[in-house]
């Protein structure tokens, strides 16, 4: 019988991998639609749509990468796997106090079950529990600090000194975010905020704001995905969790429809980019700024189900 090593095996060599991201893409730039990136944050707006890039870490460590994958992007909401791993590393189990772990079923900046459900938002990964967990991460301190920490661990996962935080995006961010602060005001109101809101606000802003390119937002996947020979971001109970959430959660209100064609935990963010993992297999990172009506890359999951599909990679 199969073993659950030999089942999890890639089934795709990395030379076809190579071949079939750079088929994907051109495809992608052939059809020439490239849907339109995220109107609300003026920076992100102006972003050119016409970009697609892929990379892929396998096991081995074999890097695979294709189109633009060494163009930095606005990580946007990505951040929040890593803002999450940093905080259960801090304060542990104690963060599910403030914040659930079911799907919301709503837009990610949604603020209608907030009220039904007493400030308790539903997951870290929709704006607001998104903000419960950076207040957890700021935790009274200086945000330079809580971001430095957050910087230090992407940088150390990734293994690149060069990931930086766009200071003109989470300036823009900061000018029309009245949605995030008016979630931040709400959860004051209902006890749940540590730290005083604009400080909150300039801190999210600033961790949304993070720049980094496919690769190394898949290097820095690494520390999720199990493969043997990457440093391990959390321990493997942990990474099983964050991953589980990241299935059920980490498309909002389309992480049903992500699961169903991708059948691998994800996270997308509205700067167009995609972390997907196949556990003990590959860490994915996809990018291209159009987005689909939920905020996900359009094209960044067309990507993911078709490279899932060919390889047979699958968490099920
Ligand atoms: O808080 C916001 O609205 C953005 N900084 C991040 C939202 C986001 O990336 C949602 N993802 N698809």
Excluded at 72 to 94: E, H, M, N, T, Y
Excluded at 210 to 218: G, K, Y
Aim: with cysteine; aromatic share 6%; glycine share 10%.
């Amino acid at each position: 019988a199969e073993t659950e090593a030999e089942r999890r095996r890639p089934t795709i060599r990395a030379a076809e991998l190579r071949r079939l991201l750079e088929d994907l893409i051109d495809e992608i730039r052939a059809a020439d639609d490239w849907g339109v990136p995220a109107q609300y944050i003026p920076e992100l707006a102006a972003v050119d749509p016409a970009q697609v890039g892929a990379a892929v870490i396998l096991a081995d460590g074999t890097e695979i990468v294709a189109g633009d994958a060494d163009r930095p992007f606005s990580i946007q909401s990505v951040s929040k796997v890593f803002s999450l791993a940093a905080v259960l590393g801090r304060i542990g189990d104690d963060l599910w106090r403030r914040v659930g772990r079911e799907p919301s079923g709503t837009r990610f900046d949604s603020i209608f079950l907030l009220e039904r459900e007493g400030g308790r938002p539903r997951n870290p990964f929709i704006n607001a529990g998104a903000l419960v967990t950076t207040d957890a991460l700021l935790s009274g301190r200086e945000p330079q600090q809580a971001l430095s920490e957050l910087m230090g661990l992407i940088r150390w996962i990734a293994d690149d000194d060069e990931i930086h935080i766009d200071g003109a995006v989470a300036n823009s961010e900061k000018a029309t975010g009245h949605r995030n602060l008016s979630l931040i005001h709400y959860l004051a109101s209902c006890d749940n905020l540590q730290n005083p809101p604009e400080l909150l606000f300039g801190t999210y802003v600033h961790q949304c704001a993070i720049e980094m390119s496919c690769r190394q937002l898949a290097r820095a996947g690494r520390g999720l995905a199990g493969l043997p020979r990457a440093p391990r971001m959390v321990s493997p109970i942990r990474a099983r969790r964050i991953n589980a959430l990241m299935m059920t959660c980490g498309h909002y209100d389309g992480s049903g429809e992500f699961a169903y064609r991708v059948g691998l935990p994800g996270k997308s963010g509205v700067g167009g980019g995609i972390l997907a993992i196949a556990p003990g297999i590959a860490s994915i990172a996809l990018w291209s700024p159009g987005l689909d009506e939920y905020g996900n890359s359009r094209w960044g999951t067309w990507l993911a189900d078709r490279i899932a599909q060919a390889a047979g990679w699958s968490a099920f």
